[in-house]
């Protein structure tokens, strides 16, 4: 059973899943979020407290997405696993889901990875690096001006 591990997992224990993860409570309210996954989604913070399907991932709000999770809910059984493509505002995000009820808690644990099942990419973007401008001679790497 996966639930009783997850219910136990603190916020810092969650940000080291490459996957993303979210909790949600029979309602739908966010109870947890991953950095994964709020950094995937372009969301800026966790968005704890506020409506999974109208306020935070309003493109979920469909009969695929939102009934099968609810209707886990209220049967009180949910393991489905599941492709999904979230409307953002600069692409489409596809992305593989799997949906999880944890009757202990009432909560749904919602998974999400690359279309294909692999996990996010958590290593930080690349910084690029500074190089000197040819036409002035400027090198920001060091503190003198060539």
Known sequence: MLAPFLDRLTDEELDAIP???VRLDKSGQVLSCN???ADNAGLTGRPLGR??????YPSANVPEFHDRVMDGVQHGRLDATFSFTFSCDLMPRRVLVR???AGRTDSVW????KPDGSPFDLSPAPTPSIRPTPSHGIDLRTSRVA
């Open 19 to 21: 996957y993303g993860v």
């Open 110 to 113: 919602l998974f999400f990875a």
């Open 51 to 56: 409506h999974f399907f109208t306020e935070v």
């Open 99 to 101: 949906a999880y009820y």
């Open 35 to 37: 950095r994964a996954e």
